[in-house]
């Protein structure tokens, strides 16, 4: 069974804080994603890795950076946090083009 | 217009009821499409991919037209442990592995 590890289930930072959220996955997957999730909006695409050192925009990537030093490892920096960065933080992974993406349990991030 | 569209629900069905989600997308180029079901305050978790052809898994059939571009999610024989929100997804072709998640439909199964 894939398993895609967070470190964090609930979050709470201030505004201007520079916030690490991590992902692990133990699959050996090449491709990881960055999503949040909104009430009434879905998921939205943040940041996304095809490989090490890799990165790709994704739908919604202001505020953000990301860093891919090792296969497993997919982290999301939030630079300078502002409360409209408030929100459900999920990582995924996958193992190819076209194949499900598997998805961690969440970080639930309050920005005050 | 949204990519993926579908009606938020809550759809309330009794126990033992057949309910029916669609799910309509924009890009007709779309190669991939799933369902995924997530529960209240978790992750999203893949409940089936969907293929041409429609597929069934058990209680669950899912259905595609791609001239129409809308994905069907039909469930027989609802449990209470249906629960949940059921999310469209399609891939967005041309854009590299990437996927668009409808808002998603909640269905809630009483006794």
């Known amino acids: 069974d894939v398993k895609v590890t967070q470190s964090s289930r609930y979050l709470v930072k201030r505004t201007g804080e520079k916030v690490f959220l991590e992902c692990v996955q133990d699959?050996?997957?090449?491709?990881m994603f960055w999503y949040r999730q909104d009430p009434g909006l879905g998921l939205r695409l943040i940041y996304f890795s095809y490989d090490v050192k890799m990165k790709e925009k994704g739908d919604i990537p202001e505020g953000y950076s990301v860093s891919r030093e090792k296969k497993e490892r997919f982290s999301l920096i939030l630079e300078s946090a502002s409360t409209n960065q408030t929100s459900m933080y999920l990582c995924a992974s996958n193992s190819g083009i076209n194949q499900p993406q598997h998805f961690g349990d969440g970080t639930r991030l309050s920005i005050l | 217009r949204k990519e993926v569209e579908q009606d938020p629900g809550p759809f309330n069905v009794p126990e033992g009821a057949t309910v029916a989600f669609n799910c309509t997308y924009s890009n007709s180029a779309s190669q991939s499409f799933f369902w995924y079901r997530q529960d209240c305050r978790k992750e999203p978790k893949l409940l089936m991919s969907v293929y041409s052809s429609g597929n069934e898994d058990g209680r669950f059939t899912a259905q595609l037209n791609r001239a129409s571009q809308y994905i069907s999610l039909l469930i027989r024989d609802s449990k209470l442990s249906d629960s949940a929100t059921y999310l469209c997804v399609v891939n967005r072709s041309g854009g590299y592995n990437k996927l668009i998640f409808g808002a998603g439909t909640r269905l809630a199964v009483h006794p």
């Open positions: 699959m050996d997957h090449e491709n």
